[in-house]
């Protein structure tokens, strides 16, 4: 059975970490193949925060485009994928989708997923929101993205941040039906003992 296709892109916003360790994840999954796009300021964001250059995260990844090349395959709905994830996703990028502006290959590649009716995951990345976010937001929803924002969750007790990054992309990858290792099933609430 041939892997799946799974478009990722690491845009400027803040939480490169996402991006970096869901590749890192998927690296060698036997469902999955990934194609890797990193903007400009995903560059400077992998520098910054995790103190990584673009050779090093485009080596997790099984397909590199450059962001710049719109006529690169994943530009055309004839590029079948499970779909893309967007992570971290800046508002500029949100903006450029909500608007369809296709101005660079990420904007292109998601502009594609939505039309084809493929599962689009942006993982947004600003706070606080303004107006003008939201509306993105609500635009790429109405369209049919999935608009999840890397907020952690803690009923699972994190012991660490990788533990707390590993959850939140464990729920992405449900969303692909995608297998993994890294969010357990809720079991529901603990008994209070305070009886």
Same mark, same amino acid.
């Given at each position: 059975? #041939?892997?799946?296709?799974?478009?990722?892109? @690491?845009?400027?916003?803040?939480?490169?970490? &996402?991006?970096?360790?869901?590749?890192?994840?998927?690296?060698?999954?036997?469902? $999955?193949?990934? !194609?890797?796009?990193?903007? =400009?300021?995903?560059?400077?964001?992998?520098?910054?925060?995790?103190?990584?250059?673009?050779?090093?995260?485009?080596?997790?990844?099984?397909?590199? &485009?450059?962001?710049?090349?719109?006529?690169?395959?994943?530009? /055309?709905? /004839?590029?079948?994928?499970?779909?893309? $994830?967007?992570? %971290?996703?800046?508002?500029?990028?949100?903006?450029?989708?909500?608007?369809?502006? /296709?101005?660079?290959? @990420?904007?292109?590649?998601? =502009?594609? $997923?939505?039309?084809?009716?493929?599962? +689009?995951?942006?993982?947004?990345?600003?706070? %606080?929101?303004?107006?003008? !976010?939201? *509306?993105?937001?609500?635009?790429?929803?109405?369209?049919?993205?999935?608009?999840? #924002? #890397?907020?952690?969750?803690? &009923?699972?007790? #994190?012991?660490?941040?990788?533990?707390?990054?590993? !959850?939140? +992309?464990? *729920?992405?990858? =449900? +969303?692909?039906?995608?297998?993994?290792?890294?969010?357990?099933?809720?079991?529901?609430?603990?008994?209070? /003992?305070? =009886?």
């Amino acid at each position: 059975m #041939p892997r799946q296709r799974l478009i990722i892109a @690491i845009t400027g916003a803040t939480g490169a970490i &996402y991006g970096v360790r869901l590749l890192e994840h998927l690296r060698g999954h036997a469902q $999955v193949e990934t !194609h890797l796009l990193i903007s =400009d300021a995903g560059v400077l964001n992998l520098h910054q925060e995790l103190d990584l250059n673009r050779k090093d995260v485009e080596a997790l990844a099984d397909v590199v &485009y450059n962001v710049r090349d719109v006529g690169a395959s994943i530009a /055309s709905g /004839s590029f079948a994928s499970a779909g893309m $994830v967007i992570a %971290p996703c800046s508002m500029k990028t949100l903006a450029s989708v909500a608007h369809g502006l /296709s101005d660079n290959l @990420i904007a292109r590649a998601a =502009d594609v $997923v939505l039309k084809e009716r493929r599962r +689009l995951v942006m993982m947004v990345r600003e706070t %606080p929101f303004n107006l003008a !976010h939201l *509306r993105n937001m609500t635009a790429v929803t109405e369209m049919g993205g999935v608009i999840f #924002p #890397p907020l952690p969750g803690f &009923y699972h007790r #994190p012991a660490s941040m990788e533990q707390m990054v590993d !959850h939140t +992309l464990g *729920r992405v990858l =449900d +969303l692909f039906g995608i297998e993994h290792q890294l969010t357990p099933e809720w079991q529901g609430m603990k008994a209070s /003992s305070a =009886d």
